[in-house]
T-cell receptor
Framework: EPEVTQTPSHQVTQMGQEVILRCVPI?????FYWYRQILGQKVEFLVS????????KSEIFDDQFSVERPDGSNFTLKIRSTKLEDSAMYFC????????????FGEGSRLTVL | RKEVEQDPGPFNVPEGATVAFNCTYS??????FFWYRQDCRKEPKLLMS???SGNEDGRFTAQLNRASQYISLLIRDSKLSDSATYLC?????????????FGAGTRLAVHP
């Protein structure tokens, strides 16, 4: 069964460092997303991406965050200068359609900022 | 008012029990609705979509009341493997893009 894969599964970093989280969406999917879940809290929307551009982003997705699809297969989330409150599980997801489509989530990348 | 609101639980039920979860949402323009399941420290996985006419998938039945902005999930004949957190999810996307808004989840623990 096709799946969304994410790397790394866990990253520990120092405050102020840059972090890149990588995702390989399902191959025939066209819509890509990042969500995050702070420990013990709900899953929160960060950003959606289609046709090589951001279609929507949340208030959380400030200037410290960026996304790109550098090579047609990977979909990355970069956090430019990490803060303690960026510690969370980051989930990548993809979908075939843009509306009412089922989102397939990766297993997540756990980011710990010290 | 929270965008998607759920009773956090936990619901502790014996195997074989019937359990019901409720959820309310604030955006009346929302068009699609889902129940996802999340196991501890794992990714959310789609359990089922929720349709206005109500829909059933095996032991699971979902209902939607648009007038009351209320969604429910009924699990019959609970199994140990049903133990998880159940996430009520509303698609708040517009312009052709999905934007899932998750509730905080309702925890279910099924015991022998």
């Amino acid at each position: 069964e096709p799946e969304v894969t994410q790397t790394p599964s866990h990253q520990v970093t120092q405050m102020g460092q840059e972090v890149i989280l990588r995702c390989v969406p399902i191959s025939n999917h066209l819509y890509f997303y990042w969500y995050r879940q702070i420990l013990g809290q709900k899953v929160e929307f960060l950003v959606s991406f289609y046709n090589n551009e951001i279609s929507e982003k949340s208030e959380i997705f400030d200037d410290q965050f960026s996304v790109e699809r550098p090579d047609g297969s990977n979909f990355t989330l970069k956090i430019r200068s990490t803060k303690l409150e960026d510690s969370a599980m980051y989930f990548c997801a993809s979908s075939q359609s843009g509306e009412a489509g089922e989102l397939f989530f990766g297993e997540g990348s756990r980011l710990t900022v010290l | 008012r929270k965008e998607v609101e759920q009773d956090p639980g936990p619901f502790n039920v014996p195997e074989g029990a019937t359990v019901a979860f409720n959820c309310t949402y604030s955006n009346s323009a929302s068009q699609s609705f889902f129940w996802y399941r999340q196991d501890c420290r794992k990714e959310p996985k789609l359990l089922m979509s929720v349709y206005s006419s109500g829909n059933e998938d095996g032991r699971f039945t979902a209902q939607l009341n648009r007038a009351s902005q209320y969604i429910s999930l009924l699990i019959r004949d609970s199994k140990l493997s049903d133990s998880a957190t159940y996430l009520c999810v509303v698609n708040a996307g517009s312009g052709g893009y999905n934007k899932l808004i998750f509730g905080a989840g309702t925890r279910l623990a099924v015991h022998p």
